[in-house]
């Protein structure tokens, strides 16, 4: 059970910083980085502009980007940037956890290595997985949620994806937590 949390701790590190370093490639400010929700309980450094943190929910994480869903005047907020930059920093995470799964997988089956292939596996499942383009939150939801800026224009698609956001981490959230009786019995089971 170990090495499926520390798999999936190195996978949601690589994915947030895929993202941050994508935004920061293209000028996009970072306000957060977080490894895990909620309130920074465990680990909070702030280094210039960025806060950098763990949580206690380890089940996920996020950046935080400059004016991501805030309407905003500043040309570097990730809502005023061209779609394609938005694109980029969306997808940039995906794109590691995938190149990553593949990798692992490759490597597990050359050395015979169980980490590497279960590192692989779940690269692959949360790299392709996020990019799902119907669950508000996910990373695959922006790439539609800002073409509705064509049709209600910019504050008022920044007020709706704001909200789809949110109900969207309610639902994956509350999915996390539905999962919790699955990994006690599976850590029962492969501990008898």
């Known amino acids: 059970m170990l090495d499926f949390v520390l798999a999936l701790l ?3 590190i690589l994915h947030e910083l895929g993202h941050y370093f994508a935004a920061k490639a293209v000028g996009c400010g970072v ?4 490894l895990g929700f909620g309130k920074p309980i465990l680990f909070s450094k702030q280094i210039g502009t960025t806060v950098y943190q763990v949580t206690p929910w380890l089940l996920g994480g996020y950046c935080k980007l400059e004016g991501e869903l805030e309407y905003s005047t500043n040309p570097h907020a990730f809502a005023n940037l061209p779609y394609r930059d938005k694109l980029i920093i969306s997808c940039a995470g995906c794109y ?9 997988v490759i490597f ?3 050395f015979r290595n169980y980490f590497l292939y279960l ?3 779940l690269g692959l499942c949360l790299g392709i997985g996020n990019m799902i383009p119907f669950i508000p939150a996910l ?11 064509k049709f209600y224009g910019k504050k008022r698609a920044l007020e709706i994806i704001k909200k789809l956001v949110f109900w969207g981490m309610i639902f994956l959230m509350s999915l996390n937590i539905a999962c919790i009786p699955y990994l006690i019995k599976l850590i029962q089971s492969r501990a008898l």
């Open 10 to 12: 190195i996978l949601i």
């Open 108 to 110: 597990a089956l050359v």
């Open 139 to 149: 990373d695959g939801s922006y790439l539609w949620m800002f073409a509705l800026e």
């Open 31 to 34: 306000e957060v980085v977080s």
């Open 96 to 104: 590691i956890n995938i190149l990553v799964g593949m990798l692992g």
């Open 119 to 121: 590192l692989g596996y």
